[in-house]
């Protein structure tokens, strides 16, 4: 099987070595992956702003990159850019058509969308593997971010690869399906409420004695992670996909 590594924005600016374990646990499970060196913002942060029609050149980009090479799936480390895809390209195509623009923006997102997979879905739902050989021997909570959880309703695939990692203790997260504040703009244009957010989830973390709180959002991990910051938390911040990708013979820290 032959896919794409859609890193996005956030993850190849801030935190490479997320798509570099996706990578390294995708290459172990016996998947080719390629990465489009074209490859630019989804324009989720256009369209979730209001600025819909300027996230159109983005979302037809996208398309053309990813449409291309004949790739069996489109793979993210990302819930919300791959809900993105997944649930707002559709509506981007609707909008279009109901103002008059015609069938062609539906039509050139239209081969990308059913492609597009979170990278636990596509574990669980498309290789049908929950036991990826991982190694992680800390004691975990999972935090199931709002775009995963409502939109890609990813449901338990998370914590059932979780639970399968050797050496991983998972321990039950409080308020789990509450959101951790951050919601891109929101966190700036209502930081206060953003902020008390924050605080809430990280105690709700520390509650569990949990060394590692991790989620399949670096958006949402760099918000959590921040206010465990501030707070001198002694809970980490962890992509869910370096867990997954941690073994025996290379382990993560």
Do not use: W
Not at 71 to 97: K, N
């Amino acid at each position: 099987m032959r896919v794409a590594l859609f890193l996005t924005c956030v993850n190849d600016t801030l935190y490479p070595d997320t798509g570099r374990a996706v990578v390294k646990l995708l290459t172990r499970l016996g998947v080719e992956v390629d990465f489009p060196m074209a490859q630019t913002c989804c324009g989720q942060a256009h369209y979730n702003t209001g600025y819909r029609h300027q996230a159109e050149p983005l979302a037809r980009h996208f398309s053309d990159v990813f449409g291309e090479g004949g790739y069996d799936a489109i793979v993210t480390p990302s819930g919300s850019c791959g809900a993105m895809v997944r649930e707002l390209y559709p509506r981007m195509g609707d909008r279009a058509r109901a103002e008059g623009r015609g069938e062609g923006l539906a039509a050139a997102l239209a081969p990308v969308v059913p492609k597009t997979y979170e990278l636990a879905e596509f574990l669980v739902d498309v290789l049908g593997v929950t036991d990826v050989g991982a190694y992680y021997p800390h004691t975990v909570t999972y935090h199931p971010t709002c775009h995963g959880l409502r939109s890609l309703r990813l449901g338990d695939r998370p914590a059932r690869l979780l639970r399968s990692v050797k050496g991983l203790e998972l321990r039950e997260l409080p308020g789990a399906e509450e959101c951790c504040g951050f919601g891109g703009t929101f966190a700036l244009k209502n930081s206060d409420v953003s902020a008390a957010m924050g605080k809430d989830k990280v105690r709700n973390a520390e509650s569990t004695g949990a060394d590692v709180l991790c989620a399949a959002d670096n958006s949402c991990l760099m918000h959590i992670g921040g206010t465990m910051s501030r707070l001198r938390s002694g809970v980490r911040p962890v992509h869910i996909a370096e867990i997954l990708a941690s073994t025996e013979e290379e382990p993560l820290a």
